[in-house]
């Protein structure tokens, strides 16, 4: 009887009942060689999910009010836009007076000078560790 009704309902030709009967009868005698159709036949007669009550949930549920600040909107432009002036005016080129040769000198000097006790102050750090 389970071959025929198998049969049957590969073809396409069981009603709703001979499936829930076929589904009945591999439950009751399960084999290893019908578990394939078994697992196949409760996928299919399982009860479909009630998609009207997750529509009305969903539905009675009331969106969030968005609150909307507009001050700080106003707020927030006007720090952006001063804040890209600012940085315009301080990134511009400035005029520059020319250095002769010695301020040159003596401002390189005074750069590596600084960079070299900088340099000594940190492995002096470094030996002391």
Avoid: W
Wanted: charged residues 25%; neutral net charge; hydrophobic residues 45%.
């Amino acid at each position: 009887m389970i071959n025929e009704l198998l049969s049957k309902f590969y073809n396409g030709e069981t009603s709703p009942a001979e499936e829930r009967q076929l589904l009945s009868l591999l439950e009751e005698n399960p084999t290893p060689e019908h578990e394939a159709d078994r697992r196949l036949l409760r996928a299919l007669c399982a009860p479909m999910p009630d998609f009207s009550a997750m529509a009305r949930k969903a539905s009675a549920v009331t969106p969030r009010r968005i609150i909307r600040f507009p001050r700080i909107r106003i707020a927030a432009a006007v720090a952006i836009l001063l804040a890209a002036v600012g940085s315009f005016l301080l990134k511009s080129p400035q005029p520059q007076e020319e250095l002769t040769i010695d301020q040159a000198r003596e401002t390189t000097i005074m750069a590596l000078t600084a960079y070299n006790d900088a340099i000594t102050r940190s492995l002096d750090k470094l030996n002391n560790l």
